[in-house]
T-cell receptor
Framework: SQKIEQNSEALNIQEGKTATLTCNYT??????LQWYRQDPGRGPVFLLL?????KEKRKERLKVTFDTTLKQSLFHITASQPADSATYLC???????????FGTGTQLKVEL | DGGITQSPKYLFRKEGQNVTLSCEQN?????MYWYRQDPGQGLRLIYY???????QKGDIAEGYSVSREKKESFPLTVTSAQKNPTAFYLC???????????????FGNGTRLTVT
């Protein structure tokens, strides 16, 4: 069956370090992969989208990679700040319609 | 500012009662969606609508109903047939529903429904 896996354990890092979050998937051939940020009690906010033929995408301190051979996407936040603390969700779109499938998310905590 | 408004933020109901969650958007988006979020689970799609007066079931539509009479509005009714209605409900919209590459989702801030 199709599955999206994100690390359910919270990731704790020190301010200024690079945070790396992982999204693994099985039995999918996603055309696109998206990353969202969700703060407690609020809806997710779109961050970045990467297509299957793109290896890497950047936006300010954010970087996303997409390896369709490994079936994995990595989400990096460089020079992390306490304000980056949130849950980060990956979502896959198999193509042919915008019916995204979401992972469970990984909570990131950036400490001073 | 354009956005999606969900109301109310918290809703309490007794078991056996139907309840309707409101979702309004002023982004002029064609497509709207309802998701449910439970602890330890990813967002699950309940219903979606690509255009006014049309909607399709998502992965977990049983016990829910929707309507799309206006482009701006996509209310969700949680009926008494829904076995586990207590959850965080999120409404979203996108420019269109044909492809995710040009149309990421914009979410509201959710309604937390508690049924006792």
């Amino acid at each position: 069956s199709q599955k999206i896996e994100q690390n359910s354990e919270a990731l704790n890092i020190q301010e200024g370090k690079t945070a790396t979050l992982t999204c693994n998937y099985t039995n999918y051939s996603p055309a696109y992969l998206q990353w969202y940020r969700q703060d407690p009690g609020r809806g997710p906010v779109f961050l970045l989208l990467i297509r299957e033929n793109e290896k890497e995408k950047r936006k300010e301190r954010l970087k996303v990679t997409f390896d369709t051979t490994l079936k994995q996407s990595l989400f990096h936040i460089t020079a992390s700040q306490p304000a980056d603390s949130a849950t980060y969700l990956c979502a896959l779109d198999p193509g042919g319609g915008n019916k995204l499938t979401f992972g469970t998310g990984t909570q990131l905590k950036v400490e001073l | 500012d354009g956005g999606i408004t969900q109301s109310p933020k918290y809703l309490f109901r007794k078991e056996g009662q139907n309840v309707t969650l409101s979702c309004e958007q002023n982004l002029n988006h064609d497509a709207m969606y309802w998701y449910r979020q439970d602890p330890g689970q990813g967002l699950r799609l309940i219903y979606y609508s690509q255009i006014v007066n049309d909607f399709q079931k998502g992965d977990i539509a049983e016990g829910y109903s929707v309507s799309r009479e206006k482009k701006e509005s996509f209310p969700l009714t949680v009926t008494s047939a829904q076995k586990n209605p207590t959850a965080f409900y999120l409404c979203a919209s996108s420019i269109d529903a044909t492809a995710a590459y040009n149309s990421p989702l914009h979410f509201g801030n959710g309604t937390r429904l508690t049924v006792t």
